[in-house]
C-alpha cells in the first residue's frame, strides 16, 4: 500500500505531497492537512482495521456506535481516503454488483431484493449520517441517468424498467424517461431516452472520507496514518512502525489486498480514470441539465459515468484496465494516455464542452473478487473479518458492507447479517500470466464489442457475446 510515485496532477497550482491522491477532490479540500499519524503504535488494541477508506471507517463509525468500550483503531498506509475512496466518481448509489443476476434468477430472487432494498435504504443511511454528524460531503440526491445513447439500447432498458415494476417497485422507484424526459434532464449528443432510479446520490467522495475520519475520532477511535500493515496473522499485525496485537483484525484494503502476502490474488486491483473541467458557466448547465445533481453513465461495457459537482464542473470517468502483476500505482500520470480516451468520451458525449478546459487529470484503482460480488466475512474463531469487492460500486455498498461487519463482529444476529453478501467469498485469482491475459482479454472485447456498436448502431453479437461470456 506504499505509493510507487508521486506525480503532480493537472491543473494543481501547489506541489504534492506523499499523502495527495492526485484527484480533483483531494485539491479542492478546504484545507489540505497533513496525516494524523498518531505518535505512539500501540502494543494492543480490541479491533484492528487494516485500511482508512470508506469500509474501515464505516466498520469503526458502526462498531464504535453500538460499543462504545472497543478499543477500535484504523491503520492507514497513506493517508485516509488516499485510495478509492478520496478519487471515485461520487456516486453514493443503491445498486451494488451481483444483484441484477440474482433477481434473474428464480432461486436467489429473494436474496436479491433483500440486498437491493438494503441498497436502497443505505443511500439515505449515509445521508442522515452526514446530517448527523456535519460532514458537508455535498451530498445531492438527485438520482441516475442511464441513457439510451444508441437507439436499439432503448429496448432493454425499458425491459429493466418494466422488470423492476414485475418485482414490486413502482414508478416512483424506476422510470423509464422518453427523449424528450430524458433529454430535458439531460442534454447530451444521443439521447434516446433514459432509465432514470432515484436511488443515488452525487457526493465529494474526499470530504465523505475526511468527514468520517474525523466522525470516528470524536468517538474515540485512533487513526494511525502513514502505517502500512505488512502482513496479517492470527492476532496480530505486521506494520512498519511494529507489531500489534487484536482479538479482532479486520481487513478493508480493496484493491490494496494484494500488499498484504496472505491476502494476495483476494481482489484484482482494476484501474479507472477520471477527468474534471473548469467551472461551467450558468449558460452553459442551462443548456445541459442536471438540474439536480443527477449523475449518469449509459449502457456501455467499458463503462462511463459523470455528475456536476456543487462548484458546476464535470467530473467524468471511465476504466482503464488491469497492469502486469497487480501493479499498484499510487498517483497517475495525468499525461497517461487513458485520459486522452475518457477525455474524448465525454467531448463526444457532450460536444457543448467545445472550449472549455479539462483541469484535473487522475486515477486510481478499485477491487474486483473473482466471482464479481461483494462479500463480508468475519470468523469468530480466528478474529479476521473482510468486507470489500465493491467493483467501483463502493460508495453505498461500503456502509452497508461496514454496518454488516459490525454486527458479525459483535455476534449480532439482525437482518443485515442475513444478506446475501455474508460469506459469499469468491476464490482467489489465477497466478499470472493467466490473470493478466483474463483481464486483458475482457478489455479487448469490451472495447471491440463498443466500438462495433457506435461505428454501426447495431448490437455486437460476436465481440459483446465473447465479453457477456468472461463478465457474466
Not at 439515505?124 to 440526491?141: F, L, M, P, S, T
Not at 467531448?347 to 460480488?373: A, E, F, K, S
Not at 444478506?419 to 489465477?430: C, H, I, P
Not at 464489442?449 to 465479453?467: I, Q, V
Request: net charge neutral; proline share 5%.
Amino acid at each position: 500500500m506504499l505509493p510507487e510515485a508521486k506525480k503532480p496532477g493537472c491543473g494543481m497550482s501547489t506541489t504534492l505531497h506523499d499523502h495527495h491522491n492526485g484527484s480533483f477532490w483531494f485539491h479542492s479540500l478546504d484545507q489540505q492537512s497533513e496525516p494524523i499519524g498518531a505518535p505512539d503504535l500501540p502494543s494492543s488494541v480490541d479491533v484492528a482495521i487494516v485500511g482508512g477508506g470508506y469500509t474501515g471507517l464505516w466498520t469503526a463509525y458502526y462498531l464504535k456506535r453500538a460499543q462504545p468500550s472497543l478499543n477500535v483503531a484504523i491503520f492507514e498506509a497513506v493517508s485516509v481516503g488516499f485510495g478509492a475512496s478520496g478519487r471515485n466518481g461520487g456516486w453514493c448509489m443503491g445498486l451494488a454488483f451481483g444483484i441484477e443476476p440474482m433477481l434473474a434468477d428464480p432461486r436467489l430472487r429473494q436474496r436479491g431484493l433483500d440486498l437491493l432494498h438494503a441498497m436502497h435504504d443505505t443511500v439515505d443511511e449515509v445521508g442522515r449520517v452526514c446530517q448527523a454528524e456535519n460532514i458537508d460531503c455535498h451530498y445531492a440526491k438527485g438520482g441516475t441517468l442511464t441513457v439510451a445513447t444508441l437507439p436499439f439500447s432503448r429496448k432493454a432498458m425499458r425491459t429493466h424498467v418494466e422488470q423492476m415494476h414485475a418485482l414490486g417497485f413502482g414508478d416512483e422507484d424506476y422510470r423509464w424517461l422518453d427523449e424528450t424526459e430524458s433529454r430535458a434532464r439531460f442534454n447530451c449528443a444521443e439521447n434516446h431516452g433514459a432509465a432514470y432510479t432515484k436511488h443515488c446520490a452525487a457526493i465529494h467522495p474526499a470530504r465523505l472520507a475526511k468527514g468520517l475520519a474525523q466522525a470516528v475520532t470524536r468517538l474515540g477511535v485512533k487513526i494511525y496514518e502513514e502505517t502500512p500493515v505488512l502482513e496479517i496473522r492470527t492476532g496480530q499485525i505486521e506494520t512498519s512502525r511494529g507489531h500489534v496485537d487484536a482479538e479482532v483484525i479486520l481487513r478493508a484494503t480493496e484493491g490494496y489486498s494484494d500488499s498484504i502476502p496472505s491476502q494476495q490474488r483476494a481482489l484484482l486491483p482494476l484501474y479507472s480514470m477520471m477527468v474534471a473541467t473548469e467551472p461551467l458557466p450558468h449558460s452553459l448547465w442551462e443548456e445541459i441539465g442536471l438540474k439536480q445533481r443527477e449523475t449518469f453513465g449509459d449502457g456501455r461495457r467499458v463503462v462511463i459515468y459523470g455528475q456536476r459537482t456543487e462548484d458546476d464542473r464535470l467530473a467524468f470517468g471511465g476504466r482503464a484496465g488491469y497492469y502486469f502483476g497487480s501493479k499498484r500505482i499510487a498517483v497517475i500520470d495525468p499525461h497517461d494516455p487513458n485520459f486522452q480516451n475518457v477525455e474524448r468520451s465525454l467531448r463526444q458525449l457532450l460536444p457543448q464542452l467545445d472550449g472549455i478546459d479539462i483541469t484535473h487529470r487522475w486515477g486510481g484503482l478499485m477491487g474486483v473478487p473473482r466471482n464479481w460480488r461483494p462479500s463480508v466475512n468475519f470468523d469468530a474463531r480466528t478474529g479476521f473479518g473482510s468486507a470489500g469487492g465493491y467493483t467501483g460500486e463502493g460508495v453505498a455498498a461500503s456502509n452497508l458492507a461496514g454496518r454488516i461487519l459490525a454486527d458479525l463482529v459483535r455476534a449480532e444476529q439482525s437482518d443485515l447479517t442475513r444478506l446475501a453478501w455474508v460469506g459469499d467469498v469468491g476464490r482467489r485469482w489465477e497466478p499470472e500470466p493467466l490473470r493478466w491475459l483474463g483481464a486483458k482479454s475482457v478489455e479487448f472485447f469490451g472495447d471491440r464489442a463498443d466500438a462495433a456498436e457506435f461505428r454501426t448502431g447495431r448490437p455486437s453479437k460476436f465481440w459483446g457475446g465473447l465479453f457477456s461470456r468472461f463478465v457474466g
